[in-house]
């Protein structure tokens, strides 16, 4: 969790970028408010009678993930009902964290499958550190996690140390090194692979590089074997950048150099204020014109800011305009 002390010159970065990922401020961390082959195929072996749920066809799905992290989902889905008719559209994926160390939710997982949608996890290793985890002390737990995972049997996204690339988680530059990152992205995965958990989507998912601009994002890079999605975090503000290409351009660019990855735009809100129905426009049709990028998750709680659509009433109107697009939401398959 970030110290308060820090919260001053989070706040300063903030308004000289104007990106930032929610976590980038004490107040928007959502934990602290509730820690081989790619997943799309793999050897399960381990597992002869099982046949897991086959990720492949929505790793590049032919229309975009419609996404929404909300308070309450996906231990219910009512949640994410309430705001399916507050935009005119289900969501299509739930975004969700989990500290290392919880147990893998297993019913709510459960809850956003039947609904037809795709649970997304954010996983942060805000103890024991990254160390840990790569040598195989916490095998035990990994090991639990995964056959949970498998034993639900539904696909789940999960990305774990989301905004390695910044400094202000635990995981992150501050503490623990580039190689260290990997190290144990990859023990994570390995331990997956070899429990036969691969109805999992694995997303690398780095903040936008603006309010960074001195880390280099492929050191960070696993690699494609470890990878399906890349996931972006990054907030438009009111005083930051004021197109798709400035708030996500720079971060698109420097991955290109490493990865033709599909792109999700794993945690985005719009700052209330006189921008923020132009920053829905942009957003929404950056990613509807962008083959590259594969959809969004929008972080509909309030934090610091009141990041939920229906506080704008203007900007739900264009929200709800935009989103009725076909291109936007489709139903996970249940096998």
Same mark, same amino acid.
């Given at each position: 969790?970030?110290?308060?002390?820090?919260?001053?010159?989070?706040?300063?970065?903030?308004?000289?970028?104007?990106?930032?990922?929610?976590?980038?401020?004490?107040?928007?961390?959502?934990?602290?408010?509730?820690?081989?082959?790619?997943?799309?195929?793999?050897?399960?072996?381990?597992?002869?009678?099982?046949?897991?749920?086959?990720?492949?066809?929505?790793?590049?799905?032919?229309?975009?993930?419609?996404?929404? &992290?909300?308070?309450?989902?996906?231990?219910?889905?009512?949640?994410?009902?309430?705001?399916?008719?507050?935009?005119?559209?289900?969501?299509?994926?739930?975004?969700?964290?989990?500290?290392?160390?919880?147990?893998?939710?297993?019913?709510?997982?459960?809850?956003?499958?039947?609904? %037809?949608?795709?649970?997304?996890?954010?996983?942060?290793?805000?103890?024991?550190?990254?160390?840990?985890?790569?040598?195989?002390?916490?095998?035990?737990?990994?090991?639990?996690?995964?056959?949970?995972?498998?034993?639900?049997?539904?696909?789940?996204?999960?990305?774990?140390?989301?905004?390695?690339?910044?400094?202000?988680?635990?995981?992150?530059?501050?503490?623990?090194?580039?190689?260290?990152?990997?190290?144990?992205?990859?023990?994570?995965?390995?331990?997956?692979q070899d429990e036969g958990a691969t109805n999992v989507i694995w997303v690398w998912s780095p903040n936008v590089v603006n309010p960074v601009p001195d880390v280099k994002?492929?050191?960070?890079?696993? %690699?494609?074997?470890?990878?399906?999605?890349?996931?972006?975090?990054?907030?438009?503000?009111?005083?930051?950048?004021?197109?798709?290409?400035?708030?996500?351009?720079?971060?698109?660019?420097?991955? &290109?150099?490493?990865?033709?990855?599909?792109?999700?735009?794993?945690?985005?809100?719009?700052?209330?204020?006189?921008?923020?129905?132009?920053?829905?426009?942009?957003?929404?049709?950056?990613?509807?014109?962008?083959?590259?990028?594969? %959809?969004?998750?929008?972080?509909?709680?309030?934090?610091?800011?009141?990041?939920?659509?229906?506080?704008?009433?203007?900007?739900?109107?264009?929200?709800?305009?935009?989103?009725?697009?076909?291109?936007?939401?489709?139903?996970?398959?249940?096998?």
């Amino acid at each position: 969790m970030i110290r308060k002390s820090l919260l001053t010159l989070a706040v300063a970065l903030m308004s000289l970028t104007g990106l930032t990922g929610c976590g980038f401020l004490a107040d928007d961390d959502p934990a602290a408010a509730a820690a081989r082959e790619p997943s799309a195929g793999g050897d399960s072996s381990n597992h002869p009678d099982v046949l897991p749920y086959d990720v492949k066809p929505l790793i590049r799905p032919d229309k975009k993930f419609f996404g929404v &992290a909300v308070d309450g989902a996906p231990d219910s889905m009512k949640p994410v009902d309430a705001f399916a008719r507050t935009v005119g559209k289900k969501p299509n994926l739930v975004g969700s964290y989990s500290s290392w160390g919880d147990d893998f939710n297993a019913e709510g997982a459960q809850n956003v499958f039947e609904a %037809g949608s795709l649970l997304y996890v954010s996983w942060e290793p805000f103890k024991p550190g990254l160390g840990s985890i790569a040598d195989g002390s916490q095998d035990g737990y990994v090991k639990r996690f995964a056959k949970k995972v498998r034993e639900t049997n539904a696909p789940v996204a999960i990305s774990f140390g989301h905004e390695m690339n910044g400094h202000w988680y635990p995981w992150g530059t501050k503490k623990q090194t580039a190689r260290e990152f990997v190290t144990a992205w990859r023990h994570i995965h390995d331990v997956f692979q070899d429990e036969g958990a691969t109805n999992v989507i694995w997303v690398w998912s780095p903040n936008v590089v603006n309010p960074v601009p001195d880390v280099k994002l492929k050191a960070y890079w696993p %690699g494609d074997t470890y990878v399906d999605w890349v996931g972006v975090v990054g907030y438009w503000t009111q005083t930051g950048a004021s197109t798709f290409d400035a708030l996500y351009g720079p971060t698109r660019r420097q991955i &290109a150099a490493f990865t033709d990855k599909p792109i999700l735009i794993s945690e985005t809100s719009a700052e209330p204020g006189e921008r923020r129905r132009a920053d829905v426009r942009r957003l929404i049709g950056g990613v509807r014109q962008s083959d590259d990028f594969i %959809g969004f998750v929008w972080f509909n709680i309030p934090k610091r800011a009141d990041w939920r659509i229906q506080s704008s009433p203007l900007a739900l109107g264009e929200f709800k305009r935009l989103i009725a697009d076909d291109a936007f939401g489709f139903e996970v398959p249940q096998s």
